[in-house]
């Protein structure tokens, strides 16, 4: 075949390839040209998961009919004369793709007005084929139809997911504007029905709950300026964060802005989580709303033509501020916020069971002291060691794994690994601080045969084990011999808890260093164990050091070392009131 | 059956088997207690399948017969009795034993006796030994302790029986510490024997040879799994750990850089001054060893524990002192353990630097050592 030029259609699919891949790629385009118009008001309607219908409305400064007749040609934008420009870039879009590369795999309805204009313009663009501009009755700004995403482009029509999978990849982008844009109330409405809707107020938490209901409205963290010692030179972060009481499966709450474009970033993601670190359960993800503002000469947002990842010029300062933001909010997070096991409201009205024990809602309590007090109890009244964790008095045991106590606002449930793990993590940080820990030696060595894979870990491990107190020394082949554990390490099959720890290691750390992997590891693996029959003064002795331990909330991996179920959900529950 | 017996050496019989009734178990037979005739006396005996004990009882046997019933009522009931001959009777074939003192009767519903596993009976065993019930009973009490509570290496779960010549050794180490204790056999025994027992058992066997005074009959059974020992009118039968103890001879060491004798007492008390602000340092508690000013003065032995949130404490103990000046620490429960074993009088401690296990012994008898290997105190 000789070579010749592509045509003008086949250009445009092509390129549509590359801005448009699914529903979302489309209303996120839209999405920021609404945004770079001034709009106040956005409202965006999806159909069929975008497939049938994605429109957004805004009430920005609109285009003339000249405007937008330019606005479908490829390479054509508002916000860009020279390269150079891209340096001082603070408008979203820039490229020029946006709508050409829409309208030529959708039949598109574009029609807009300006403030001066007496009437507005529309012209219609199907699968590419420009028609005349004309004439239409519209409100101020712009209103872009998108119907038939796709049709000409069968083999992308196929790779689609499910209707309510692609709309669900749709909410996420403008929940995450919408969150961000706290000055722009953002509705969205899918298949007839509105998902949320932003007042457009400028706080931010208003928006969080707007967008992500009150549960996590409330448990925003604002984030505060931070003093000139911790601040990150030519980085600010504002935004905020959510407390570790409130936790996701996914990392899909976590949303960065650079500069106001939604991002993508591992990078960014995990300087986050490690603000987090030891507060949440493995495989929890916080949720988070976070802008990072800085100059546009030091990130690169042309990397992409959907520009979901920017390239910064140093990536570790950016990193450093998100996390030293995130902390200093977490500090100031109330302490006495303690998971709560609540029952189903109604469930005692209704034909289920009447323990039906939900799993236990996360938030602060919302029972005050003073309400339990004037409800005749006789505990003394918030009385609670500095790390938040009221003084208990131990009842007993459940299932060989669990303490039940009682405070001073009802019940506790304390889980006995890993409050015993909590408590021997401290110890450890507390024994290392500075110097080795103490160690007791062994009579004779003991020979514990390692797979290569635990050598190995064992051998990159050996300095981080010895400072927590195992002398351990390579022995011939595959095994090791040791002389020396942990002072704390009392009662357990040594060989088995070594093995134990590094097969864990061996799966990647837990903690923000390599010893403080090594260290939640052999907490975890040298404390009690669930199932293990506990008696009275033992159990009391575990409560007593886990009120005297700073963090006591969560073990070193971040599960829960305790729930709380408060007096007037027994009461409640008991039909006493 | 139908047999009368007293309810004062029924009651005892009761109490002594009732250690070996398993507490917890799916064979319900086994937290039952068998009572059978026998050549004119009433056999008495219960096992967990861990240890077994029979002992006998004088009675008056008007009809032949055995059955086993719920041990802890059956004890419960008869502890209530007044001091009288009661009646045992079976109608066979319902198995419910009737106990009847006076005009109290009590019918308790039993197993089949065939049910019951077969105790071994002490005769005719490949190896025999005889030892004096309470040299045995004290061996015990300082040996035992030293076993390791973890299962994860078995034979340090057990206590070492060495017959050789005519002494017996018995040791025990749990990884950290070491006790080996040395007594006399009544008669040499003609070959060397090595056996390892369940340290549970041996306190078992302590308790049942409480006060006696005849000489204690220790004996394998032929199959080699089962130790057999006679005490008095019982009979106390534990199962054997397979596997062979570490040497541990050559873990205690022969000479020592530094020794220091003192008094026990002054020394215990120390380290339990000590031991309670040890509790929240992992149980540290320092020794440091001051010799005397001049040649034939005497030292001391600092015994100093520190907490960082509780506070210190520090006691000083007179001790005679051959040797440098030095430090060392170990766990303060191994220190109380082992001093609370000691005969009143010296303790003898000697050690060879800060890393190298340290010996406690009685400064007046030879015949019982302890190794404490020390703990290594983090440098700064």
């Not at chain 1, 507005?120 to 519209?138: L, Q, T």
């Not at chain 2, 109608?91 to 003192?101: A, K, N």
């Amino acid at each position: 075949m000789p070579i010749q030029l592509l045509t003008t259609e086949t250009i445009g699919k092509i390129a549509a390839g590359e801005v448009v891949e699914r529903p979302a790629s489309v209303v996120k385009e839209l999405l920021e040209n609404a945004l770079d118009a001034g709009a106040r008001r956005i409202s965006v309607e999806i159909r069929n998961g975008g497939s049938d219908l994605i429109e957004v409305v805004d009430d920005g400064h609109g285009m003339s009919p000249e405007d937008l007749a330019a606005a479908i040609q490829r390479h054509a934008t508002s916000k860009l004369s020279a390269f150079e420009d891209l340096d001082t870039l603070r408008t979203l879009g820039f490229r020029g793709e946006a709508l050409p590369s829409i309208a030529a795999v959708a039949s598109v309805l574009i029609a807009s007005r300006t403030a001066d204009a007496p009437v507005g313009s529309e012209v219609r663009v199907d699968f590419g084929a420009v028609g005349p501009v004309d004439m239409a009755a519209i409100p101020m700004g712009t209103r872009v139809s998108v119907r038939d995403l796709f049709a000409n482009v069968p083999a992308r029509r196929k790779f689609l997911r499910q209707a309510s999978t692609e709309a669900g990849y749709a909410t996420r982008v403008v929940s995450s504007y919408a969150a961000a844009y706290t000055g722009v109330a953002v509705t969205l409405t899918v298949d007839g029905r509105r998902v949320f809707g932003t007042d457009g107020s400028g706080d931010d938490v208003a928006a969080a709950t707007g967008v992500y209901g009150p549960e996590v409205g409330q448990a925003a963290l604002r984030l505060v300026p931070l003093d000139e010692a911790a601040a990150v030179p030519g980085v600010t972060v504002t935004g905020w964060v959510g407390a570790p009481a409130v936790t996701r499966s996914h990392r899909n709450g976590l949303v960065f802005f650079v500069n106001g474009r939604w991002i993508q970033s591992r990078a960014l993601s995990f300087a986050l989580e490690e603000a987090y670190h030891s507060l949440l359960m493995v495989g929890r993800h916080p949720v988070a709303v976070m802008h990072v503002a800085l100059d546009p000469a030091t990130v690169d947002v042309n990397v992409h033509p959907t520009k979901a990842e920017v390239k910064f010029v140093d990536e570790r300062a950016v990193c450093r501020a998100v996390q030293r933001a995130a902390h200093a909010a977490l500090l100031g997070a109330p302490q006495d916020a303690l998971p709560r096991v609540q029952f189903a409201a109604s469930a005692w009205q209704t034909e289920q069971r009447p323990m039906d024990l939900p799993r236990p809602r996360w938030g602060p309590d919302p029972d005050t002291g003073r309400e339990t007090a004037s409800a005749g109890d006789p505990a003394p009244e918030d009385e609670k060691h500095a790390s938040g964790v009221p003084i208990l008095r131990v009842l007993g045991q459940v299932g060989g794994t669990y303490i039940i106590a009682e405070g001073p606002q009802g019940m506790y449930l304390i889980d006995q690994h890993a409050a015993h793990e909590r408590v021997l993590y401290e110890k450890i940080l507390t024994q290392i601080s500075g110097r080795m820990a103490d160690k007791q030696s062994l009579l004779d060595p003991l020979i514990v045969d390692l797979s290569p894979e635990e050598l190995g870990i064992y051998e990159r491990s050996a300095e981080e084990l010895a400072q927590i107190g195992f002398d351990v020394e390579p022995f011939g082949e595959g095994s090791v011999a040791v002389r020396a554990v942990p002072a704390m390490m009392r009662n357990v099959d040594v060989a088995e808890r070594l093995r134990l720890i590094l097969k864990e290691l061996v799966e990647g750390g837990a903690g923000d260093s390599w010893l403080d992997s090594v260290a939640i590891s052999t907490a975890c693996h040298t404390s009690i164990r669930a199932g293990q029959p506990l008696s009275l003064p033992e159990m009391r002795e575990l409560v007593a050091e886990l009120e005297r331990s700073s963090q006591p909330r969560a073990c070193g991996h971040g599960r829960p070392t305790m729930l709380h179920m408060a007096q007037a959900d027994l009461e409640r529950q008991f039909s006493r009131r | 059956m139908k047999v009368s017996c007293l309810q004062d050496n029924l009651q005892r019989a009761l109490a002594q088997v009732s250690r070996a009734v398993a507490s917890k178990t799916a064979l319900p037979v086994l937290s039952n207690v068998l009572l059978a005739t026998d050549e004119g006396r009433l056999r008495i005996a219960a096992t967990n399948l861990e240890i077994g004990i029979t002992t006998w009882i004088g009675a008056s046997v008007d009809e032949e017969g055995k059955v086993t019933v719920d041990a802890r009522l059956l004890n419960e009931f008869v502890n209530t009795l007044p001091n009288a001959p009661v009646q045992l009777a079976v109608e066979s074939p319902r198995m419910t034993l009737s106990v009847q003192s006076g005009r109290d009767k009590a019918g308790i519903n039993g197993i089949d006796a065939e049910d019951f596993p077969v105790i071994p009976r002490l005769d005719g065993d490949a190896f025999v030994a005889e030892v004096d019930p309470q040299v045995l009973r004290e061996m015990i009490s300082q040996v035992e302790f030293a076993a390791a509570t973890d299962e994860s290496r078995p034979v340090l779960a057990g206590v070492l029986a060495r017959f050789e010549g005519s002494t017996l050794v018995l040791a025990a180490a749990d990884g950290f510490r070491l006790a080996v204790r040395e007594g006399e056999l009544a008669s040499p025994v003609p070959e060397r024997l090595d056996i390892i027992l369940p340290g549970r058992a041996l306190r078992e066997l302590a308790r049942i040879i409480g006060d006696q005074t005849e000489p204690v009959r220790l004996a394998i059974t032929a199959s080699k799994s089962q130790l057999l020992v006679r005490v008095g009118e019982t009979e106390f039968l534990s199962r054997l750990i397979e596997g062979t103890f570490p040497d541990f001879r050559q873990i205690i060491p022969r000479e020592f850089n530094t020794r220091l004798e003192m008094s026990r007492d002054a020394f215990q008390n120390a380290v339990r001054r000590a031991s309670y602000f040890a509790r929240d340092n992992n149980d540290v508690v320092r020794l440091t060893i001051h010799p005397g000013e001049e040649e034939f003065m005497p030292g001391s032995v600092e015994v100093s524990a520190t907490a960082a949130e509780r506070g210190s404490s520090q006691s000083f103990v007179d001790a005679s002192v051959t040797g440098p000046e030095t430090q060392i620490a170990f766990n303060a429960r191994y220190l109380a353990d082992v001093l609370g074993v000691l005969k009143n009088g010296k303790v003898m401690i000697g050690m060879n630097g800060a890393n190298q296990a340290g010996v406690v012994r009685s400064a007046e008898a030879e015949d019982y050592t302890h190794v404490i290997m020390p703990m290594v105190i983090g440098a700064q």
